[in-house]
């Protein structure tokens, strides 16, 4: 059994990795000054435009760089751990990583996780600037006793991307951290919300989904418990959320509803050729 608090900061990154840095620095103090153990920022908070462009390429930098770097110091500093969406540079010249970087408070990067499914889907091509990910990276981190597991945005739309995490013989986790910069559109603001819930329930687990502000994203970063409780949410204002993950109310809902336990299949992984999109 463990406690974690969690504090979830969203915002708009701009595109300057050094402004949104002191933007991470800003929140990181606050968080630790509100008793949190974690903080998570949104998908792209490194550096972000309205257009996945050739500029995405040009500012993405190597995990070494200027900006993990500098999350690390952060880290550090407030004595927090971090989980943050960076623009990572890709081996193709013309490509780039969208990734997430866990931090421990020593600094040490526990974790990282290369976006697997990309946003190819409501007008929006990530897949022509993105390198996608090994869909076998298991991106799972502990943090004072409590197994984290990552995805992001758009990995939402696949249930099995969280079952994975959460079931036993895989990755076991006892919450999901979601950064995302969920597109404004008709009906957004319900898909966000009625998935997280869904993954929530469905796995009886923690998700903690962390959005990016107008005026591309929703907000809307919520934490829900193994129930699909929300037991803090926030609107579309920059702002920051805190809130407890315990993993006693876990065991709690898991005796009262054994779905996981119960379940009849399993999840695993198509080959890249089944796994190709069909004409």
């Known amino acids: ?17 050094a402004a949104n840095l002191e933007t991470v620095r ?4 606050e968080a630790a000054a509100r008793g949190a ?21 040009a500012a993405a930098q190597p995990l070494d ?3 993990v770097t500098g999350l690390q110091d952060i880290a550090r500093t407030t004595g927090i751990a971090l989980v943050v969406g960076v623009a990572e540079t890709a081996d193709a010249e013309d490509r780039f990583r ?4 866990a931090v421990l408070p020593d600094g040490t990067i526990a974790s990282t996780y290369r976006k697997v499914h990309l946003y190819d889907a409501f007008g ?4 022509d600037r993105i390198a996608s990910g090994d869909p076998a990276q298991l991106p799972v981190f502990e943090l004072a ?3 984290i597991g990552l995805e992001t945005c758009y990995d939402l739309r696949f249930p099995e991307v969280t079952r994975r995490l959460v079931a036993r013989e895989h990755g076991d986790v006892d919450v999901v951290v979601l950064p995302a910069e969920w597109v404004r559109g008709p009906g957004k603001e319900h898909h966000w919300r009625t998935l997280l819930t869904a993954r929530a329930i469905e796995n009886t687990v923690w998700v903690v989904g962390v959005g990016q502000t107008p005026p591309i994203g929703i907000g809307g970063s919520i934490v829900l418990d193994p129930s699909g409780v929300a037991v803090a949410a926030a609107g579309a204002v920059p702002g920051m959320l805190v809130a407890t993950v315990d993993t006693a109310v876990t065991e709690a809902v898991r005796r009262t509803n054994p779905s996981l336990s119960l379940r009849r299949y399993d999840v695993t992984l198509r080959d ?8």
Do not use: C, H, K, W
């Not at 406690?3 to 701009?14: D, N, W």
């Not at 920022?41 to 309205?50: L, Q």
């Not at 890249?272 to 004409?279: E, G, I, L, V």
């Open 1 to 17: 059994m463990g406690t974690l608090t969690i504090a979830a900061a969203q915002f708009a990154p701009v595109d300057d990795p």
């Open 26 to 29: 800003a929140a990181a103090a």
């Open 37 to 57: 153990d974690l903080l998570v920022t949104p998908e792209y908070t490194s550096y972000f435009t309205a257009d996945i462009d050739d500029r995405f390429v």
């Open 65 to 67: 760089g200027p900006f």
């Open 98 to 101: 969208n990734t997430l970087v």
């Open 124 to 127: 929006s091509r990530e897949s």
């Open 145 to 147: 006793g409590v197994r």
């Open 272 to 279: 890249q050729q089944d796994a190709a999109p069909r004409s």
